[in-house]
């Protein structure tokens, strides 16, 4: 059934798109060119039983987790999936905590992209363009979540990007002009990405079957009559049974609906193996009227405790879904007819006339060849009043003796000897790290050749001046800094702060020397006040006392300060002026009492150690980001690569 009305597939234009679903969108190029909206709809409509029928082969004996891959017809120009008013197919799938039918419609997108080779085709989820993501490290470096918008296609059965020199900030409708101009050639991606992604799936649609899994299971008869009507329901009783609340297991406590009698009857369930999964991993207390065998019957019981939790899942499910009015939107027919008049099919023409007519007749013509596809989808979303019909019917657990031969169960080991391909895809992910780093480590070597090899090192060695080391650092310490701390100019242009070096010391006498004073105080008359020692000691106070007393206390100081160094091997750590240029030129003939000092009387060459200490620490970062490299950087500089041979 085509569904004319976008909110149904897309009703996120508002809210953020869910976790789990996938979303795709199908524009064939005539639409591109449509002149009318009859003609539109009558190719969307050819197409959209086209693909049912091309598509059926592959989805036929597959178990959805959720809901089945469907097409839908938009006509509309709101439709959140496009900014454009060009028509499309377009859908949406909810694969829950099964991958695999994220997976299994990307290839089925594909196979029509090959088959319909005049269309283009969309695909994403909450990632984006999660196909980037399996071929990222063989994109262009341009390429990323920001420069990928309307840009993404999967054509002819590859997929296609579409330039940046060509379109830099393209719509959609332009990127799909220019693929049908131009696509061919211009934007088809590498092989590597080609490769990447039909890697992923290839293996489909085997692989997806393999997914199934089939297990005897014993359930009340009602639920084996409902799923022998209907197979696909399986996946609401799962869902109903994983993500039961309070409120539902209320249902499963009385199993109103699906309990009539107490007698269980075997039967073969095909599922996913995610739901088999769901079921198995999770512990569940029976109802305590519902009739399971003795534990001590381990196979009995196996199969009849799966069965319980599919019943009760199935409760659940009907009870809830019933509760919530889901199935009171008519039949399948009138809502869509309904939608084709909200979407002005009949382009207002009077009900009866002879081309309202012929319109209708080509609606229901259109809906009886896709209900097949469109029952499914239908029943999946409003299950209740399908439920209901089947349990209208008559059957009685007679139905279902000699069900007792059914095939085995297939084998879970599947669920217990995954580590092996969990380890099998890492490794393949690991080679295919490490070729691209490998590749981009080439690269750079090239370069790095092209530029002229081991030379430009040396180069670059011998033209860094050690020199600006030190005058960079002086600039950024002389530089005054805010409340967030040092501040860094990106163009290193310091203007010069003017410090007021009398003003400072005499700030840092006061503060020592009211200090000192204070603890003689203590001592000597407890109960004086400070705020009067402070008036007294200011009155007739002599200017030339400050100059004498600041001499004295520096000097007392740094007498101070060198005899508590001289006690330490702190000294011998500092280079003093010319001491360097001494150790160069072998001087070695005085004693080291002389030696001592002359440090004494030599100042200390702040400089020279300054770079030192950084350059000492720069090489013991053996290459790697470190306090000395970050710190230069921030100032600009950049230093050679270290040589353990210099």
């Keep these: 059934m085509a569904n004319l009305e976008p909110e149904s597939f897309f009703s996120q234009t508002s809210s953020p798109l869910p976790d789990d679903t996938v979303f795709f969108s199908i524009f064939p190029d005539a639409s591109l060119s449509a002149a009318g909206s009859e003609s539109s709809s009558a190719s969307l409509q050819s197409l959209h039983l086209q693909i049912i029928d091309f598509l059926s082969p592959f989805t036929s004996p597959y178990i959805w987790q959720h809901e089945p891959f469907s097409l839908s017809i938009s006509l509309s120009p709101s439709c959140p999936c496009t900014d454009t008013a060009t028509p499309h197919l377009h859908g949406k799938l909810k694969y829950g905590d099964n ?4 997976w299994f419609a990307v290839f089925l997108l594909f196979r029509i992209s090959a088959a319909f080779p005049s269309t283009s085709i969309r695909v994403w989820d909450t990632d984006g363009e999660f196909l980037l993501i399996e071929a990222a490290f063989h994109l262009p470096r341009w390429l990323n979540p920001e420069t990928s918008r309307n840009r993404v296609f999967i054509r002819g059965g590859d997929l296609h990007i579409v330039p940046r020199n060509r379109l830099p ?3 959609l409708l332009a990127s799909l002009r220019f693929l049908v101009e131009r696509g061919e050639n211009e934007s088809r991606a590498s092989d590597s990405v080609q490769t990447a992604l039909k890697n992923r799936v290839s293996g489909y ?7 199934m899994h089939r297990v005897r299971v014993k359930v009340p008869v009602p639920v084996a009559h409902v799923l022998r009507h209907e197979p696909f329901l399986i996946s609401l009783a799962v869902e109903g049974f994983y993500d039961r609340d309070v409120d539902s297991m209320k249902h499963a406590a009385k199993m109103e609906k699906f309990l009539s009698s107490k007698e269980l009857v075997v039967v073969l369930v095909k599922m996913s193996r995610a739901m088999y999964a769901q079921l198995v991993q999770q512990k569940f207390q029976a109802p305590s009227f519902y009739p399971m065998p003795s534990v001590s019957e381990r196979e009995a019981y196996s199969e009849a405790e799966i069965g319980m939790k599919i019943a009760c899942g199935m409760e659940m499910m009907y009870q809830v879904r019933k509760k919530e009015g889901e199935d009171g939107r008519g039949s399948g027919w009138s809502k869509y007819k309904e939608n084709l008049e909200k979407n002005g099919y009949f382009e207002g023409l009077v009900a009866g006339s002879k081309e309202y007519k012929r319109l209708m007749e080509k609606a229901e013509e259109y809906y009886q060849k896709s209900s097949s596809v469109s ?15 089947i349990l209208d019917l008559p059957y009685s657990e007679d139905d279902f003796k000699g069900q007792e031969e059914v095939a085995v169960s297939d084998s879970d080991s599947w669920m217990y000897d995954g580590e092996d391909e969990l380890n099998s ?23 790095e ?3 002229g090899g081991g030379s430009s090192s040396d180069a670059n060695v011998n033209n860094f001046d050690l020199g600006d080391i030190s005058k960079s650092m002086e600039q950024f310490i002389h530089k005054v800094s805010g409340y967030k701390g040092a501040e ?22 006061s503060m020592l020397g009211s200090q000192e004073q204070a603890d003689d105080e203590s001592d000597g008359s407890e109960g004086s006040s400070m705020d009067m020692d402070f008036e007294d000691d200011s009155e007739g106070e002599d200017p030339n006392d400050d100059d004498d007393e600041k001499e004295a206390f520096m000097e007392s100081y740094s007498g101070a300060m060198n005899e508590e160094l001289k006690k330490s091997t702190l000294e011998k750590s500092f280079e003093h002026v010319n001491q360097h240029s001494s150790k160069q030129n072998g001087e070695s003939s005085k004693t080291s009492d002389e030696k001592e000092d002359d440090d004494e009387f030599t100042p200390i060459d702040a400089d020279f150690n300054l770079v030192k200490n950084l350059l000492e620490s720069y090489s013991s970062q053996q290459g790697l980001p470190g306090p000395a490299s970050n710190l230069l950087g921030l100032m600009g500089l950049q230093l050679p690569k270290d040589s353990n041979e210099k």
Excluded: C, H
């Design 375 to 389: 029952r499914t989808r239908d029943i999946m979303s409003a299950p209740v009043r399908r439920i209901d019909e």
């Design 99 to 102: 991958l695999e039918d994220e």
């Design 488 to 509: 860094v100019p990106e163009n290193r242009e310091f203007k010069e702060v003017n410090l007021d070096v009398d003003r400072f010391m005499k700030d840092i006498e």
């Design 169 to 171: 900030d393209p719509t």
């Design 449 to 451: 050749k092209g530029e």
């Design 425 to 447: 895809v890492l490794q393949e992910r690991q080679k295919e790290m490490e070729f691209y780093n490998s590749k981009k480590e080439r690269k750079q070597k090239g370069k």
């Design 205 to 211: 649609p085997e692989r997806a079957w393999r997914s």
